[in-house]
Antibody
Framework: QVPLVQSGAEVKTPGSSVTLSCKASGGTFSTRNSVSWVRQAPGQGLEWMGGITPSLGFVTIAQRFQGRLTITADTSTATAYLELSSLTFEDTAMYFC?????????WGQGTLVTVSS | EIVLTQSPDTLSLSPGERATLFCRASQTVRSGNLAWYQQKLGQAPRLLMFDASIRAAGIPDRFSGSGSGSDFTLTITNLEPADFAVYYCQQYGTPPLTFGGGTKVEIK
């Protein structure tokens, strides 16, 4: 499995947007691979947000995030992106990307997003 | 969506003991499409099992998974200090993908 390396921590204000990146360190996405985003609020469990199959451009997004979550990928740089808009305090969480074979493996190291006024 | 309920919330055990963790689904998980993860404090989750009973690469055989339908079990025999962590189940048989709330295995 190709390790996934995520971008650094972000601090955002309510109502703003955040864009996170997740790069396959091996330099390519396998044509079979999908990448998903999973978040974890402080002290809480795991929540699947959505995923993308970069080779196909096929995206699925959990219903609760539809309308404010965009997932994209750049196959030339083997990087997946998450953009979450209209941030609220409840979006404060660790955001993980993970290789998605229906189960998640490997995982990125996580990116902490803090929403604060 | 399928809701996964894990029990117990916390399991207090000593090294060398056996841990039995449960994951119950609100409806049948198709084809046993269930995975288990281990998460230590401050780290990303790590895949332990998929398809209910297949160990991921590098996972020792002290870890075993079983179950079908709506009831699944993760068993850890001969607990080692590194096994004390939080464990999550996840179903991928029916969209959307969902996780259980986790079971913490702590040192007694």
């Amino acid at each position: 499995q190709v390790p996934l390396v995520q971008s650094g921590a972000e601090v955002k204000t309510p109502g703003s947007s955040v864009t996170l990146s997740c790069k396959a360190s091996g330099g390519t996405f396998s044509t079979r691979n999908s990448v998903s985003w999973v978040r974890q609020a402080p002290g809480q469990g795991l929540e699947w947000m959505g995923g993308i199959t970069p080779s196909l451009g096929f995206v699925t997004i959990a219903q609760r995030f539809q309308g404010r979550l965009t997932i994209t990928a750049d196959t030339s740089t083997a990087t997946a992106y998450l953009e979450l808009s209209s941030l609220t305090f409840e979006d404060t969480a660790m955001y993980f990307c993970a290789g998605d074979q229906n189960w998640f493996d490997p995982w990125g190291q996580g990116t902490l997003v803090t929403v604060s006024s | 969506e399928i809701v996964l309920t894990q029990s117990p919330d916390t399991l207090s055990l000593s090294p060398g003991e056996r841990a039995t963790l449960f994951c119950r689904a609100s409806q049948t998980v198709r084809s046993g499409n269930l995975a288990w993860y281990q998460q230590k404090l401050g780290q990303a989750p790590r895949l332990l099992m998929f398809d209910a009973s297949i160990r991921a690469a590098g996972i020792p055989d002290r870890f075993s998974g079983s179950g079908s339908g709506s009831d699944f079990t993760l068993t850890i025999t001969n607990l080692e200090p590194a096994d004390f962590a939080v464990y999550y189940c996840q179903q991928y048989g029916t969209p959307p993908l969902t996780f259980g709330g986790g079971t913490k295995v702590e040192i007694k």
